[in-house]
């Protein structure tokens, strides 16, 4: 049964990676390729003769929470230079008056994102500078100007921010681009992009080491990619915005048969597999239709479980005699 043999190959405890491309570099670039966890994203090279196969993937799976604004100790970010701005930079009266004490600093982010994403035309051919005064006052730039309004506007308002260098890989074309990355405390450091995403970016985006811009782009190709988890998150004035809190699941154990190894499949693919004395539960679950399929005392069981508006859930896990395959 391939219900079964999905549930007994993961690792109880493990996530399989819901989004994820596989992205060809040549040599030229391969060893510019930013490797490791940033933002969310993990960034795997595999070299070749020819260059490397690179693997993005990440979990699309929603904040458990978000500080407060002001943010507490924002010096801790470990990045001195990115609440550097500045002191002509004026902030525009609508976002300086918008924000107040005990704003979620998730939601900063996202207004300050929302402004430059509606105020601020995209123009890759705009010759003008680059910086975030000169691109507030033109009112249009390219992602680098975008890039670094955003970043402005939100150093001004106390939250460590920097610019991210790198390229996005689509399926039949490649360029150089420039999105960011706040720091929000517990969250670390969560990226965003002017007319795209805030709280992550798809698995299109690769970091890469240096300006990049200049450099030919030839011979970069998207091999394969699942971003499902990216795509169908909620949109709010053109932005994929993360939610914080999500759903919680609670699966309660039948009667007479406590021990739980369980396998929540989401409706992009994504699987978590955990295991527990009585019941098991998933937490920061996106709204969607899931597959569980878990395993007692009997055989594997599997049946379908809607999550929408409610914060949390609880389902009783039927008998396995009970429950169809």
Do not use: K
């Amino acid at each position: 049964m391939r219900l079964a043999a999905a549930l007994l190959a993961v690792v109880c405890g493990g996530v399989a990676f819901a989004d994820e491309a596989a992205i060809f570099v040549p040599t030229a670039l391969a060893a510019r390729i930013e490797g490791g966890e940033r933002s969310g994203l993990s960034v795997a090279v595999e070299s070749r003769p020819d260059g490397a196969m690179v693997w993005v993937s990440q979990v699309v799976q929603a904040f458990p929470g978000t500080p407060a604004y002001p943010l507490a100790g924002p010096e801790r970010c470990g990045d001195p230079t990115a609440m550097e701005f500045p002191p002509s930079f004026v902030v525009p009266a609508e976002l300086a008056g918008a924000r107040a004490q005990g704003d979620s600093a998730l939601e900063v982010v996202a207004r300050a994102v929302e402004f430059v994403s509606q105020r601020i035309t995209l123009d890759e051919n705009d010759g003008g500078r680059q910086d975030g005064a000169s691109v507030l006052v033109r009112g249009r730039g390219r992602c680098s100007g975008r890039a670094n309004l955003a970043v402005g506007l939100l150093r001004a308002a106390g939250i460590p921010t920097r610019v991210v260098r790198g390229m996005v890989v689509g399926s039949g074309s490649v360029r150089w681009h420039r999105w960011g990355e706040a720091w929000l405390g517990p969250l670390g450091w969560i990226a965003f992009d002017p007319g795209a995403a805030v709280g992550l970016v798809s698995v299109r985006y690769l970091p890469v080491r240096g300006s990049g811009e200049g450099t030919s782009l030839s011979g970069v190709r998207l091999v394969r990619i699942n971003e499902r988890g990216y795509a169908g998150l909620p949109v709010r004035r053109g932005l994929r915005i993360l939610p914080v809190g999500g759903v919680t699941l609670r699966c309660l154990a039948p009667v007479g048969d406590p021990t739980i190894t369980a396998l929540l499949v989401g409706p992009d693919g994504s699987r978590w597999a955990r295991q527990g004395q009585g019941e098991v539960v998933f937490v920061g679950m996106l709204p969607g239709r899931y597959r569980m399929v878990w395993r007692g005392a009997g055989r594997p069981s599997a049946f379908d479980v809607e999550l929408g508006a409610a914060r949390e859930v609880s389902v009783e896990l039927p008998g396995t005699a009970e429950a169809g395959s």
